[in-house]
């Protein structure tokens, strides 16, 4: 399911607005770094509960708030079958709250991710 988020979210790349870049620039970079921690972390298995090991949990959750978050924010016929971005219509009480939230889970995610990189 992850990776066909991950895949889903390569078409952002076309036409895509700059929240929509962001968001998918946040992802890959969040993936690549959490690889690199997981890795240079092995003790982190479920249960373990250092500190880096609960952080790098909460970043991971925090991954996958911003996947579903852009999932809403571009769902739609296109996207749902691998297209482009369907974003709601500016203007709308659906575009402002999708983007909204799309930002706030940048938002997290930066935070978390800026918390992990502080325990090392």
């Given at each position: 399911?992850k ?14 607005t700059p ?18 921690e ?31 978050a ?15 971005c369907?974003?709601?219509a500016?203007g709308?009480?659906?575009?402002v ?13 930066n935070q978390?991710?800026?918390d ?5």
């Amino acid at each position: 399911m992850k990776k066909l988020n991950l895949l889903l979210l390569a078409t952002l790349l076309v036409a895509c607005t700059p929240l929509e870049r962001s968001a998918y620039n946040t992802v890959v970079a969040a993936k690549a770094f959490l690889d690199t921690e997981r890795a240079a972390h092995p003790e982190c298995v479920p249960g373990v509960l250092s500190t880096t090991c609960v952080d790098i949990a909460r970043a991971v959750a925090a991954k996958d708030l911003l996947i579903d978050a852009i999932t809403v924010y571009c769902a739609g016929p296109d996207f749902g079958n691998g297209g482009a971005c369907n974003a709601p219509a500016k203007g709308t009480a659906a575009y402002v709250q999708a983007t909204t939230k799309l930002q706030a889970a940048i938002a997290n995610y930066n935070q978390v991710s800026k918390d992990l990189k502080a325990v090392k």
